[in-house]
């Protein structure tokens, strides 16, 4: 099975930082890779998928980039609304594995 | 617009057995392999299960698998997890998911509880 491995756990920044999320497999994905945000008690939001295509409807601060193995998100400009846990997928093989996640805290 | 409801949820004992169901409306359902994936209380969130547009290939976590059942019945709109032998590791919020092009989860249910517990 492919682990996907996210970084920072848990990150703090202030309203208009700018933020960077960081995703590696465990072997290549090519470009099979999926941002999701959740906020508390809610389901997931798909962001970014194919790596680096943004979702319909979601603002174009959020952005993702890489490819095989190494990815990031990365939000402009923060917003309260951005504060919320972010989680990453492979869907280059099944188990489509997900990140543990990095719950983006205010500063 | 799109939308999946989940249903089925509950208590159960361990060892025994709970049916989710997750109904679709607003797309053509059986156009889309769907998902389930599951988030244990404050936890993160757990693939579990895919099945193909026409019900003719699944896939599954290997937490879930022999355990577990991913269907569907097209005619009717509707995902199933038929769920066997459960565990207390088993208590989750399970969501249904749509497969997108890419294979990206664009649309979910609101998600269905499931407490395994004696």
């Known amino acids: 099975d492919i682990q996907m491995t996210q970084s920072p756990s848990s990150l703090s920044a202030s309203i208009g930082d700018r933020v960077t999320f960081t995703c590696r497999a465990s072997?290549?994905?090519?470009?099979?890779l999926n941002w999701y945000q959740q906020k508390p008690g809610k389901d997931p939001k798909l962001l970014i998928y194919a790596a680096s295509s943004l979702q319909s409807g979601v603002p174009s601060r959020f952005s993702g980039s890489g490819s095989g193995t190494d990815f990031t998100l990365t939000i402009s400009n923060l917003q309260p609304e951005d504060f919320a846990d972010y989680y990453c997928q492979q869907s280059y093989t099944p188990p489509y594995t997900f990140g543990q996640g990095t719950k983006l805290e205010i500063k | 617009q799109v939308q999946l409801v989940e249903s089925g949820g509950g208590v159960a004992q361990p060892g025994r057995s709970l049916r989710l169901s997750c109904v679709a409306s607003d797309f053509s359902f059986g156009r889309h392999p769907m998902h389930w994936v599951r988030q244990a209380p404050g936890k993160g969130l757990e693939w579990v299960a895919v099945?193909?547009?026409?019900?003719?290939?699944?896939y599954y976590a290997d937490s879930v698998k022999g355990r577990f059942t991913i269907s569907r019945d097209n005619s009717k709109n509707t995902l199933f997890l038929q769920m066997n032998s459960l565990t207390t590791d088993d208590t989750a919020v399970y969501y249904c998911?749509?497969?997108?092009?890419?294979?990206?989860?664009?649309?979910w249910g609101q998600g269905s509880l499931v407490t395994v517990s004696s």
């Open positions: 099945i193909s547009y026409d019900g003719s290939d699944n």
């Open positions: 072997q290549s994905i090519r470009t099979y």
């Open positions: 998911a749509r497969e997108e092009g890419e294979r990206q989860l664009d649309y």
